[in-house]
């Protein structure tokens, strides 16, 4: 019988969850490294067992653990995340310069085919790419270096490139965001990039319809249509029809259009997944209600998502990498919180119950469909 | 040898009990004492020191014989008793928040 492997990552450890493709009963697994931050856990699209880890503190830096069964046991692989050539400078908050400096890999994106081949988004912003299983790394770094890098400036959360998605129907492309710089792709397998955010509107910038400068806070895409892109931004929910060439706002009849996770549902690409915020400034959900709004029409309009969520008292936040489905018949759709649960809906967002109610803060969740 | 205490999270990481001593090739220091941590136990490469710079981690504090020697220069020499494995080297993370 089928089933998921829940990979979560916390505050303070990862955990693994996994059930049958009932998704009813749910075994749970950790925390694993615990007392570590844990970015993000991502399992390898090729062969399932391989799963990859970003692990840091701010006492003991970053670290990379790689497990080959499925999360039961883990081994630490390379860390050194070196920027390539001459590093430079990037805005401060004050629009000063500021030079680069590695933080921490934000988020781990195994190859579609090699087990072995994982990108990694780090802090200050940047894409490295392993051919080894993690040993070691190095930078893509045309990214970085494309020209616009000068003028790149950290969100809040700081300068991180948090979203990485390899187009499955062409292997040379690649999509980025980096918050607070946009969206960015590459049609050569990463070696030369440029920014697509045409289309986006940021009022916190100098210039709102800039080429660079957009607080994207998570990119989509339906894998059986890659060139449909959905993105949360700062405000607005964006879509995209020609591979990020434009933009063009779906929020529609949002409670809120400031959020961070979006996701499409598995086997209905037109259908997508929000968790509206209620501002930059308080990041929580608008009334104390945690909605989930499910759009299938592709954007614009929106229904809420609330059995089974708490409709009262509510103030928990929904980061970006902290969304995802599985692949089953009926497609499943989950999501953590900064408030320590993660919740399931087994049946695409109708109803929702939670897997675990007190984790350590969400940072990040992911979903492998097993066979 | 030289005597060295991890923190919690780094004796979890490198799969070692509470004190681990390591043989330190040339004069004592830091940087040597470090340098022996590093081969012996790979794991631990970039946890103390920035692998680039090479300095110092922020929260990572040295202490031995009940002074603090974070501040000192990396290749300044051990006190002697740490030297001689009479009293432990100390790699402690600094008390800052959860």
């Known amino acids: ?371 | 040898m030289i005597r060295v205490v991890l923190p919690a999270h780094l004796r979890t990481l490198a799969q070692l009990d509470r004190e681990v001593s390591v043989e330190v090739i040339g004069p004592p220091t830091q940087r040597a004492v470090i340098d022996a941590l590093e081969s012996t136990y790979p794991v631990l490469r970039g946890t103390l020191r920035d692998p680039t710079t090479q300095k110092r981690r922020p929260f990572v504090r040295f202490f031995a014989c009940e002074d603090d020697l974070s501040h000192e220069p990396p290749d300044a020499l051990l006190p002697e008793a740490v030297a001689k494995g009479v009293e432990p080297f100390f790699v402690v993370g600094a008390m800052a928040g959860g």
């Open chain 1, 1 to 371: 019988m089928s089933g998921v492997r829940v990979l979560v990552g916390t505050r303070k450890g990862a955990f693994v969850l996994t059930s049958d493709g009932k998704r009813r009963d749910w075994d749970i697994s950790g925390p694993h490294f615990g007392g570590w931050e844990i970015y993000h856990v991502k399992g390898s699209p090729a062969e399932p067992d391989r799963v990859y880890a970003s692990q840091s503190t701010g006492w003991f830096g970053q670290l990379i653990q790689r497990s080959d069964d499925g999360g039961a046991t883990w081994q630490p692989v390379g860390n050194q995340f070196q920027y390539d050539g001459v590093t430079g400078t990037h805005q401060w908050y004050d629009g000063t310069p500021h030079p680069w400096e590695f933080a921490r890999v934000w988020h781990l994106e195994p190859s579609l085919t090699d087990p072995d081949t994982v990108l990694a988004g780090v802090e200050d912003a940047g894409l490295f790419r392993s051919a080894d299983g993690g040993q070691s790394w190095s930078e893509l770094s045309g990214l970085r270096g494309h020209g616009s890098g000068p003028s790149w400036q950290p969100g809040a959360g700081g300068m991180c490139l948090h979203t990485i998605i390899c187009d499955p129907s062409d292997p040379e492309r690649i999509f980025v965001a980096i918050s607070a710089a946009g969206a960015f792709r590459s049609d050569d397998g990463g070696t030369t990039w440029r920014p697509v955010n045409r289309g986006l509107h940021s009022e916190g910038i100098p210039d709102e319809d800039a080429e660079v400068g957009h607080c994207v806070h998570r990119l989509a895409m339906h894998p059986s249509r890659p060139h449909v892109l959905y993105m949360q931004k700062h405000w607005d929910v964006m879509r995209s029809d020609d591979a990020g060439e434009s933009w063009y706002e779906i929020s529609g009849d949002l409670p809120t259009d400031f959020g961070f996770a979006i996701d499409v549902h598995a086997h209905e690409p037109e259908t997508v997944y929000v968790v509206p915020i209620k501002s930059d400034s308080e990041h929580f959900p608008p009334d104390g209600k945690l909605r989930v709004y499910r759009s299938r029409t592709g954007g614009n309009e929106w229904e809420a998502l609330t059995e089974g969520l708490p409709q009262a008292n509510c103030y928990v936040n929904v980061l970006r990498d902290a969304m995802a489905v599985d692949t089953l018949d009926s497609c499943g759709v989950y999501f953590g919180t900064t408030g320590g649960q993660v919740y399931a809906s087994a049946d695409a967002g109708d109803s929702w119950a939670p897997i675990v109610r007190d984790l350590p803060a969400v940072l990040s969740v992911e979903v492998q469909t097993l066979p």
